[in-house]
């Protein structure tokens, strides 16, 4: 007896296998990625520049603080308090401005040369997501040096540190992705940078990151806690200060996140071919 004909005409390539497909996707997003970080080795100086912001609100702001007692914080010292708030400053300033890279790109004629590629629009947009986060993970390195410096009480263990990549890498991705939507939508850079100067400082201010959520005024109290920032810097207090001083658990802030992340890089998607016109 015969065997049963193929279906398949004689020669055709074999359909990938789904680890094939995310094997592919990961070799996507791993290029995209090493794009970003050819591009900070060429040219450090923003990082070095992007430094001397934290920097200020640690040493100047937060000692200030600390000696005239002004804002309460429990049991915690106002620059352990501080610090993660400054950090997840630091990743919300860096990243919020990603986008105007996006207008440069466009600019060039590389956004074309990425959606004529076979790469599905979801993994550029994740894989720009993610080259941000270099940018929020050399934050966090000058932040957590300079908290060392100053003597501030940090619970830093492999573990939370690791805690604290992840954060910091969900942070980034969220506020650059939001950047993208941003960049996606007006025309020129001098108003990407408008609309991105407008919206850093309500969503720093409507957060937790310089005081505690209990001392805001109560129709200030809503927006901080729809605001992403609130659970990226309740994140990093989860992880790096004794237990009990955040607000929420940590589960929870990393689930916010991560679909705030999800949600915006879906629609990044949708509005990415816009870039090209």
Not at 126 to 151: E, F, I, P, T, Y
Not at 218 to 238: G, H, I, S
């Amino acid at each position: 007896m015969s065997p049963p004909a193929s279906s398949e005409p004689a020669g055709a390539p074999a359909a990938p296998t789904y680890g094939g497909r995310l094997l592919a996707s990961v070799g996507q997003i791993a290029t995209i990625v090493g794009y970003e970080g050819r591009k900070l080795r060429h040219d450090p100086t923003e990082l070095l520049l992007r430094a001397i912001q934290p920097a200020l609100w640690l040493v100047v702001f937060g000692s200030v603080f600390s000696e005239i007692h002004a804002i309460p914080t429990g049991s915690l010292s106002y620059l352990e308090f501080l610090t993660p708030g400054v950090l997840a400053q630091s990743v919300l300033f860096i990243a919020i401005f990603y986008g105007i890279a996006s207008i440069r790109e466009r600019e060039l004629g590389i956004i074309i040369k990425f959606l004529v590629s076979p790469t599905p629009r979801m993994i550029l947009v994740g894989g720009k997501a993610l080259s941000a986060s270099l940018r929020g993970l050399s934050q966090a390195v000058v932040v957590l040096l300079l908290a060392v410096a100053l003597s501030v009480h940090l619970h830093l263990t492999p573990l939370t540190v690791a805690g604290v990549i992840v954060a910091v890498v969900l942070g980034s991705a969220l506020f650059s992705t939001l950047s993208m939507v941003i960049a996606s939508l007006v025309r020129t850079q001098e108003r990407f940078l408008g609309i991105g100067q407008l919206l850093t400082m309500p969503l720093f201010f409507a957060s937790n990151a310089i005081y505690p959520l209990s001392i805001m005024p109560p129709w200030l109290r809503p927006f901080a806690l729809f605001n992403p920032l609130t659970y990226l810097v309740d994140a990093l207090r989860n992880l790096v200060l004794p237990a009990g001083t955040a607000m929420f658990p940590l589960a929870l802030d990393l689930g916010v996140l991560f679909a705030a992340t999800l949600g915006l890089i879906t629609l990044c998607a949708a509005l990415y071919p816009r870039m090209a016109q």
